[in-house]
C-alpha cells in the first residue's frame, strides 16, 4: 500500500462519494420496501378526503398504512398494505371512517370469509364511504329546486307577521321557560328523586302486571254482571209500570162505587169520636156490674157466662182508660 501522502486525493474523493451514495441509496430502499407486509388494493366510490400515508386497522388496531390513491374511471382505487400476519378471506370489507373531527380519516378492513382475496382486491360492492357533505348539499339542492320561492316567500312572511304580532306573548312565553330550567337546574337533585321513584313506581307495576290483568278480568266479570241485572232490572221496571197503569184502571172502573162507601165509613168513624167520652164511661160503669156476674156464675153448675176481651175490658183496660195506673 502506498503511504497517505502518495495517494491521490481525487480517487480517494470519488470513492468516498460512491460510498455515500450506496449507502443513501439503501437507506432510500428500506424505507420504502415494507419487509413483513402485503399489499392489497381496494375500490371505493370516491375518497372520501382518504389520504396516503393514514393508517389501516384491523379490529381497531392499527396494522398498517394506505400507500396510494388513484382514479380510475368513475371510482377510487386505494393501494394499502397489512402486516403479513392478517389473512384477508373472499369477503372481506373495506370502510373509510373519519377518525378526528380535524378531517383525519382510516381506512378500516375487517377480514371475512375463508381461502383467500381473489386478486387481493375488495370490490367496490363490498367497501363503504362516509356520508359527505357534497352528498347532502346535492340532495338539499334537489329539495329546494321543487319549492315554490314565492310561496315559500308568502309563508315566511306570514309567520313574520304572526309573531311580530305576538311578541308580548312569546317573550313572556321564553322567560318562562327560562325560568323553569332554571328551577330544574337548581332542583336537580330533587328531580333525579323524582325520576327515581317514578321508576320503582314503573318496576312495581311491571312487577304486578299479572295481578293488574286478573284484577281487569274481574272487573270485566262485574261489568258482565251489572250489565245483566241492568236488564233484569228493568224488565222490573217495566212491569211495575204496567201493574200501575192496571191498578189505575181499575181505581178509574171503581171510582163511582167507592166514593160513596168511603163517605159513608167516614160519617162512621165521626159519628164514634163524637161519643168517645159517654163510650168510655159506659165502659167504665158496666165493667164491676159484668166482672161480678162472671165471678158468681162462669165456673160450676151455673149457668156460664162467656164474654171475652175486647167486648168487656177487664181491670186493666180500665184503669188505663182513667189514667190512674
Keep these: 500500500m502506498k503511504p497517505m501522502n502518495e495517494r491521490d486525493p481525487l480517487k480517494i474523493g470519488m470513492i468516498t462519494i460512491l460510498v455515500i451514495g450506496l449507502i443513501g441509496a439503501g437507506v432510500i430502499v428500506l424505507s420504502l420496501s415494507n419487509f413483513g407486509t402485503r399489499t392489497y388494493t381496494a375500490v371505493l366510490e370516491h375518497t372520501a378526503g382518504l389520504r396516503t400515508g393514514e393508517d389501516v386497522q384491523v379490529h381497531g388496531v392499527?396494522?398498517?398504512?394506505?400507500?396510494?390513491?388513484?382514479?380510475?374511471?368513475?371510482?377510487?382505487?386505494?393501494?394499502?398494505?397489512?402486516?403479513?400476519?392478517?389473512?384477508?378471506?373472499?369477503?372481506?370489507?373495506?370502510?373509510?371512517?373519519?377518525?378526528?373531527?380535524?378531517?383525519?380519516?382510516?381506512?378500516?378492513?375487517?377480514?371475512?370469509?375463508?381461502?383467500?382475496?381473489?386478486?387481493?382486491?375488495?370490490?367496490?360492492?363490498?367497501?363503504?364511504?362516509?356520508?359527505?357533505?357534497?352528498?347532502?348539499?346535492?340532495?338539499?339542492?334537489?329539495?329546494?329546486?321543487?319549492?315554490?320561492?314565492?310561496?315559500?316567500?308568502?309563508?315566511?312572511?306570514?309567520?313574520?307577521?304572526?309573531?311580530?304580532?305576538?311578541?308580548?306573548?312569546?317573550?313572556?312565553?321564553?322567560?318562562?321557560?327560562?325560568?323553569?330550567?332554571?328551577?330544574?337546574?337548581?332542583?336537580?337533585?330533587?328531580?333525579?328523586?323524582?325520576?327515581?321513584?317514578?321508576?320503582?313506581?314503573?318496576?312495581?307495576?311491571?312487577?304486578?302486571?299479572?295481578?293488574?290483568?286478573?284484577?281487569?278480568?274481574?272487573?270485566?266479570?262485574v261489568v258482565s254482571e251489572i250489565t245483566a241485572r241492568k236488564e233484569a232490572i228493568h224488565r222490573l221496571l217495566v212491569e211495575t209500570t204496567d201493574l200501575s197503569k192496571a191498578l189505575t184502571a181499575v181505581v178509574k172502573s171503581t171510582e163511582g162505587k167507592l166514593a160513596p162507601a168511603l163517605a159513608d165509613l167516614n160519617a162512621v168513624l165521626k159519628t164514634l169520636n163524637s161519643q168517645d167520652k159517654q163510650l168510655t164511661h159506659l165502659l167504665e160503669v158496666m165493667a164491676p156490674a159484668v166482672r161480678y156476674v162472671a165471678n158468681a156464675t162462669g165456673s160450676g153448675p151455673f149457668v156460664p157466662l162467656y164474654l171475652k176481651p175486647p167486648a168487656i175490658p177487664g181491670d186493666d183496660t180500665t184503669c188505663k182508660l182513667r189514667g190512674a195506673c
Design 62 to 221: 392499527n396494522s398498517g398504512k394506505v400507500t396510494g390513491v388513484e382514479l380510475e374511471e368513475d371510482h377510487v382505487v386505494v393501494t394499502f398494505v397489512l402486516d403479513s400476519d392478517i389473512d384477508l378471506g373472499d369477503r372481506s370489507t373495506a370502510t373509510v371512517k373519519v377518525a378526528t373531527l380535524l378531517g383525519s380519516h382510516y381506512l378500516e378492513v375487517d377480514p371475512k370469509g375463508s381461502g383467500t382475496l381473489a386478486g387481493e382486491q375488495i370490490p367496490i360492492d363490498r367497501t363503504a364511504v362516509p356520508y359527505n357533505l357534497q352528498d347532502v348539499i346535492e340532495e338539499g339542492s334537489e329539495a329546494l329546486d321543487e319549492l315554490d320561492p314565492d310561496l315559500l316567500a308568502k309563508a315566511l312572511t306570514a309567520m313574520a307577521g304572526t309573531l311580530g304580532a305576538s311578541e308580548q306573548e312569546i317573550g313572556p312565553a321564553l322567560e318562562g321557560v327560562a325560568r323553569l330550567s332554571e328551577v330544574i337546574s337548581k332542583r336537580s337533585d330533587q328531580a333525579g328523586d323524582l325520576l327515581a321513584a317514578t321508576r320503582k313506581v314503573t318496576d312495581q307495576l311491571s312487577d304486578s302486571s299479572q295481578d293488574i290483568v286478573g284484577l281487569m278480568k274481574q272487573a270485566n266479570l
